[in-house]
T-cell receptor, first 115, second 112 residues
Framework: AQKVTQAQTEISVVEKEDVTLDCVYE???????LFWYKQPPSGELVFLIRRNSFDEQNEISGRYSWNFQKSTSSFNFTITASQVVDSAVYFC????????????FGQGTELSVKP | KAGVTQTPRYLIKTRGQQVTLSCSPISGHRSVSWYQQTPGQGLQFLFEYFSETQRNKGNFPGRFSGRQFSNSRSEMNVSTLELGDSALYLC???????????FGPGTRLTVL
């Protein structure tokens, strides 16, 4: 069975601090896809990044970076120099080849960045 | 390109009533997935439609149903509403397969 675990329920940081959001996943499939979404107070889920199971290259995009490690089944997300506008709930999600349109979400991590 | 749109944005119903929610996908996208978000259960997959056919279904009772039209627009119906159906209902569209899903703003349903 597929499962996504985000052990951190809430994180509070002060502006300009770096923060890492953890995500651990379980799947028996060899081909799968991992995602991070951001949900601001407005409610809409905003796509941030996608990683395929066969691509372990980590990525940096501006203040965001992602660390995908198949050996530990983890897909962590780091925000450097956090800003108040980063305050939101962040979701990690998983899908596989056989269930294309079905995303399995973690419980989400609520990030609060204080000025 | 216009994003995913959902109507209505807010809805208040009473127990026993039925409700229909609408979702218009991004132009060119043929897959529409629906999710329910509640504080207790988080984000849960309801079903996915692709080319007017239900391709995947989550673990929800038969009161939850959907359909997709030839223009890829999708509707979700909940019959005999219960208090526990109060939630944010999100739809997402994609090109199909394991493509990235893009979400709409959601419909917040309150059942009294």
């Amino acid at each position: 069975a597929q499962k996504v675990t985000q052990a951190q329920t809430e994180i509070s940081v002060v502006e300009k601090e770096d923060v890492t959001l953890d995500c651990v996943y379980e799947t028996r499939d060899t081909t799968y896809y991992l995602f991070w979404y951001k949900q601001p107070p407005s409610g809409e889920l905003v796509f941030l990044i996608r990683r395929n199971s066969f691509d372990e290259q980590n990525e940096i995009s501006g203040r965001y970076s992602w660390n995908f490690q198949k050996s530990t089944s983890s897909f962590n997300f780091t925000i450097t120099a956090s800003q108040v506008v980063d305050s939101a709930v962040y979701f990690c999600a998983l899908s596989d080849n056989n269930q294309g349109g079905k995303l399995i979400f973690g419980q989400g991590t609520e990030l609060s960045v204080k000025p | 390109k216009a994003g995913v749109t959902q109507t209505p944005r807010y809805l208040i119903k009473t127990r026993g009533q039925q409700v229909t929610l609408s979702c218009s996908p991004i132009s060119g996208h043929r897959s529409v997935s629906w999710y329910q978000q509640t504080p207790g259960q988080g984000l849960q997959f309801l079903f996915e439609y692709f080319s007017e056919t239900q391709r995947n279904k989550g673990n929800f009772p038969g009161r939850f149903s959907g359909r997709q039209f030839s223009n890829s627009r999708s509707e979700m119906n909940v019959s005999t509403l219960e208090l526990g159906d109060s939630a944010l209902y999100l739809c997402a569209s994609s090109g199909g397969g394991p493509d990235t899903q893009y979400f709409g703003p959601g419909t917040r349903l309150t059942v009294l």
